[in-house]
């Protein structure tokens, strides 16, 4: 986030020299049960009775979804519950096909809805055919308290609200509004350099068949083609061994989406002077000065690749990714299992565990 320094979060731990590989899941639970094992242990206990309201905060493709989905790989997924804004108004516009839950979505807003919209409206506006393409905040918080309301209570990360600036006003009150009144909450600031959001985007390719998501730069699949005509080379699915292929629209990275990421900023930069609510903090990446606080193995690689003529094979050179954070400092972008371990300790420690 330009402007502003986020502490980092050490990962390295003493006693902890075992290696792991943090892309296989089972890797991932030896990991996280070696750094973190006392702070999950006690977030299972606390989850068995009681919960929390974790407000994610950071710009679109920062991977909001992607730490909560870990947190519920590391405590289990039984109590921890992650509603994607997003997701939210997709699920829902799908779900008004449906004569019933059109039947019970529309009785939620009837009794939960506070807005300037009937409730006949409510449903041309989720399925876009009202006069305006932008939902009301007032409507966005009824969407959030319906979904949450289909589910047991749970602990709950908020993903994506607020997503405008006048919802900060709203996000304040969420929690209230929720029926968590005794809950403890919390704001979770995820720091990730534009420059790491648009090398994700600019790399990934996909499956045509299966829809599966690799990128070229930093998550290769097991078989790397050469295409001689065009001296580029290419993914070739695992399971489906076709050849990947870029999204339409991505080789312009961030462009798309500049101005909603300077949304994102300032709803952030907000928020952080916000009293009265406690602040965690996670960090993508690892200025270069700094390294000797994480291990080796939980720096992103990035991959170049060399084209044998003797072999007709590819390949793969890894090395750790550098990157300039939005302050313009060398970093090593770091995996998501590092950050997320992050998160597990900073929440452990916020809720007095």
């Not at 939210?88 to 506070?114: A, G, P, Q, W, Y």
């Not at 959030?144 to 900060?168: H, L, N, T, V, W």
Request: net charge negative; charged share 30%.
């Amino acid at each position: 986030m330009k402007g502003v320094n986020f502490p980092v979060f050490k990962t390295k731990t003493e006693g902890v020299t075992q290696k792991f590989n943090l892309n296989d899941p089972e890797d991932r639970k030896k990991y996280f049960a070696a750094k973190a094992g006392t702070d999950i242990e006690k977030l299972k206990k606390y989850l068995e009775t009681k919960t929390f309201v974790g407000f994610l905060m950071g710009k679109k493709n920062s991977g909001k979804g992607t730490y909560s989905k870990l947190f519920m790989e590391a405590v289990g997924k039984e109590h921890v519950g992650h509603v994607s804004i997003g997701d939210i108004v997709r699920d829902i516009h799908k779900s008004l096909s449906s004569e019933d839950d059109k039947k019970t979505l529309l009785e939620f807003m009837e009794k939960n809805f506070r807005g300037f919209h009937s409730v006949e409206e409510l449903e041309d506006l989720i399925l876009g055919r009202g006069t305006s393409s932008l939902m009301s905040s007032e409507l966005i918080v009824a969407l959030i308290k319906y979904e949450i309301s289909r589910r047991p209570k749970k602990a709950i990360f908020i993903d994506g609200f607020p997503r405008a600036m006048d919802q900060i006003g709203y996000s304040l009150f969420l929690k209230e509004l929720i029926g968590y009144r005794d809950d403890p909450d919390f704001m979770v600031f995820i720091d990730v350099p534009e420059r790491v959001i648009d090398e994700r985007i600019k790399s990934r390719v996909i499956c045509p068949k299966c829809n599966t998501p690799r990128s070229l730069k930093l998550a290769l699949t097991k078989e790397v083609g050469y295409d001689e005509t065009q001296k580029s080379f290419y993914l070739i699915c695992d399971d489906c061994h076709e050849r990947m292929v870029p999204k339409e629209g991505d080789e312009l990275g961030i462009e798309p989406i500049r101005s909603r990421l300077e949304v994102d900023d300032q709803i952030s930069k907000q928020l952080l002077e916000l009293s009265g609510i406690p602040k965690l903090y996670l960090r993508n990446s690892v200025p270069i000065d700094q390294k000797d606080i994480v291990d080796d193995y939980e720096l992103t690689p990035m991959y170049e690749y060399v084209y044998n003529n003797e072999t007709k094979k590819v390949d793969a050179i890894e090395k750790p990714w550098v990157v300039k954070d939005d302050n313009g400092v060398d970093s090593y972008s770091l995996m998501p299992s590092a950050v997320a371990l992050g998160l597990i300790s900073q929440i452990a420690k916020t809720l007095n565990l």
